[in-house]
């Protein structure tokens, strides 16, 4: 768990659903990881030291538990440089693809993948490690189709609610269940007084793909119930967040479909469309558009524009917009893409299109990321002076 002793600002990284699309953040993540390494002289840091909360939707949910579950060190499962390395070796094996006729009649009849070898493969990397044991404090949305509502796994509440208290791999399979491409997932927990609740979960995409304000929405509670002062330093306390955001890429600039193509469609269609499920599309690519507006427009008014950063492609095209063509040619060019992220200029959602405009006073990607690490090894510094300790916390 991130210790706040001391703390000046709360550090939030956020990471998007998208199934192998999960390489581009894991590309940008490896980047940051390497520079917070330089910075204070130490191979052994790990992203989990520097932000107080992760929050990640279906793959970023599996990301983020790569990033905060314990290993038997207690120390990250993961370092950032390894999760495209687990996408490389794992994609082919969990989106196993089929013939094209074969893929359409599968999905007619139910998902397009059973889920068998991602299942299996989480439950051995994370054993029976539960949410409340994370390294630092973990937000990981999915949806409840039993009782059509977002249910939100968090450390916060795993720790003052025992049936939430979930084992961490029931939590990242139900998150990354994407309709029409992975099973629903049932599970079942149960408190020291034989209580038990049920959970019958699908992606957290369905209500939040994006989700950093429900990163942002769980610290403010966890402020309220521990009744902390949003802004101590009063009004002019604005730059109480730190929030690093990160997509895996979308197609809105291909502009794929019409109104007028649309109208024809039936249910097959928008189920599955040249290779993409533009029904599911939809969703995703919605709320977390409309989550990077409502957080702009907050830090707008909190006056800290630059304490977000929101790094996200609208420009895929092709299978790379996909989110399970596994291929060792798609992956290397979804990895490709992240690292040209990073030499993109720093951008920002205009208000009234909603498109993201360039703000090139700001340098790129890899020069805010940068900042951001100088920021974030500050921080760090800080609480460990305030905690009297000679070296890191």
């Known amino acids: 768990m991130a210790n706040l002793i001391g703390a000046r600002r709360v550090t939030v990284l956020s990471i998007d659903g998208g199934g192998i699309r999960g390489l581009i953040p894991g590309t940008i993540l490896a980047f940051l990881e390497k520079k917070l390494q330089e910075l204070d002289q130490d191979p052994n ?19 983020t538990a790569m990033l905060a579950a314990p290993n038997q060190d207690k120390r990250p499962l993961f370092a950032a440089k390894d999760i495209n390395k687990f996408y490389l070796e794992n994609g082919p094996k969990i989106f196993s693809q089929r013939p094209g006729l074969v893929n359409t009649l599968t999905e007619l009849e139910g998902p397009k993948y059973d889920g068998k070898f991602l299942h299996s493969k989480i439950q051995s990397l994370l ?38 208290d979930a084992l961490l791999s029931d939590v990242c399979i ?48 966890k402020m309220i119930v521990d009744k902390q002062d949003l802004f101590p330093g009063g009004p002019t306390d604005y730059d109480k967040f730190l929030v690093i955001s990160l997509g895996t890429g979308t197609a809105k600039d ?8 649309a109208a024809d ?16 599309d939809f969703f995703s690519y919605s709320s977390a558009a409309l989550v990077d507006y409502n957080v702009s427009i907050l830090f707008q008014a909190l006056r800290s524009e630059k304490n977000y950063l929101r790094i996200q492609d609208d420009g895929l095209n092709g299978t790379v917009a996909t989110v399970d063509v596994a291929t060792k040619e798609n992956m290397e060019e979804l990895i490709r893409i992240g690292e040209s992220m990073l030499d993109k200029t720093v951008s920002r959602v205009d208000m009234e299109t ?14 805010a990321l940068t900042r951001f690490a100088h920021e974030l090894s500050k921080e760090r ?9 000679p070296g890191m916390a």
């Open 254 to 261: 291909a502009e794929m479909y019409t109104a007028e193509e």
């Open 127 to 164: 054993g029976t490690t539960r949410v409340h044991e994370t390294l630092t404090n973990v937000v990981i949305p999915t949806f409840d189709v039993k009782n059509l509502q977002p249910t939100i796994f968090s450390t916060f509440d795993a720790q003052t609610i025992p049936l939430k």
């Open 354 to 367: 909603g498109k993201p405009v360039p703000v090139p006073e700001e340098g790129t990607n890899a020069d």
């Open 265 to 280: 469609w039936g249910i097959v269609s928008w189920l599955t469309k040249d290779g993409h499920t533009p029904i599911v």
């Open 174 to 221: 139900g998150t990354s269940a994407a309709p029409t491409y992975l099973p629903a997932h049932f599970f079942q927990t149960k408190d020291d007084s034989s209580n038990t609740r049920d959970f019958n979960l699908v992606d957290g995409g369905v209500a939040a793909n994006n989700p950093t304000m429900v990163a942002i929405n769980q610290i403010t509670r």
């Open 381 to 389: 510094k800080a609480r460990a002076s305030s905690q009297g300790k």
């Open 45 to 63: 840091v790990r992203l989990a030291d520097y932000f107080d909360y992760i929050a990640g939707t279906s793959t970023g949910g599996l990301i």
